[in-house]
DNA sequence: CAGTGGTCTAGACCACGAT
DNA sequence: TCGTGGTCTAGACCACTGG
């Protein structure tokens, strides 16, 4: 099987291919499968087993890359992402790409004990370590409850906001956790190719009445992510 | 995209193929490729993104299949896996594969603070839910801790075994989770093909002081279980 | 033994990225 | 514009499953 002759040349694939000391970018399709004298299909196959154990992924159109070490993450912890990944190592970016009055499907409704009339603000935001983009995620609150929040720094801590502009504050969280694949409109913002493994979370947080303060749903590339859990 | 098309058409292929009320199978690949005027290479494409997804799953050499509802496991409670599978109405079961004296690498001897010269039991399981393979784990303990353990019956509850026939108690654990690629070997255990995506989960269990009492490698099939945590 | 999935070959066209 | 990845066609041989 070709997948393993190309792992095992992995290292000096992205040497070779590393034009100074550039970002571990592995050699075009076409070139893979002249050195190894085989097709385009199996080198494609190959790769995205590479891809499926997490060593190797790709951006859309442009290549495939080695995979930078996992941030490591608590999901019984409420810690903050800047601090989390500084904590680590790397450098972690928040981008807004939508921020919007909208209804929402039933299942966010009913979270909430609100009727499918019911307003929320959804707000579509994306994040990156070491400029890497690695999750994508929309966040649901009822539009009543926070007035005016499109007009915050909605590319920071939401957790901040909520406390400092609205007084609330989020006492515990639930956070569903599947593995699935990328959903093509979510691989889209993260210049990924839809179908690749991931991480889906859907969080939800409450205030200390019990009462849901938001609904998350995030995609984490699954490459980019590791839990670890500590029971008591 | 063709494997939209498929996905669409699912619920009525997995009918259709169902000769009797039997598994949920789909067609052929050489079936599928006929009905939707395809290749195989593009039809297997498209079946290995719903794979992905966690909507079908493929048995080495019998075909693809419908995957039953996820298992919902919660790292933090340390719950008892027939306990929890028979409140979710799943039947399960466990297969022992192998236990014998061996070395360990050097991972887990660092994890015990023990030298390369140790010996350990290797308990090699599997896990089934509804006679459909899912898990498959190897757990190590130092042999010296629990002579005679070969001769217990190692197809049930290892937890039991350490209290009732060795006073050790299990009082916390650590959980470490990947997403990553069904190896080989492991695949020919569960019947599934290598570069499946699973989750990968190395869990230590220690005793009231602190000392490790077993550290387990296990491998899920990816679409066979859902967690959720709850943060305090 | 017939049919299946596992693996592979040898091409093709298109849209998009880098230049 | 040229090369890249994304998608697809049309075959092939083998090992294994299931009747």
Redesign the pocket.
Known sequence: ???QTIKDALPTLAETSADKKTTGK??????L?QQF??????????LMRLEAEGVIY???????FLCPKRLLWDPIQKVNFYQLAKNQGLHARTGLLACKKTQANSDICRAFALDGQSEFYEIYRIRYLDERPVMVEKIYCPAGQFPGLEDKALDGSITTIFQDDYRVKVSHEQSDIIVTALPDDKAEQL?L???AACLKIIRKRFNTNQELVDYNIEYWLHSAIEMRVQSN
Chains 1, 2 share one sequence.
């Open positions: 099987m070709l997948y592995l050699p075009s399709e076409r070139q499968q004298n085989s097709t385009r299909v199996t080198v494609r196959e190959a790709r951006q859309n159109r442009i290549g495939w210049n190719n839809g179908g």
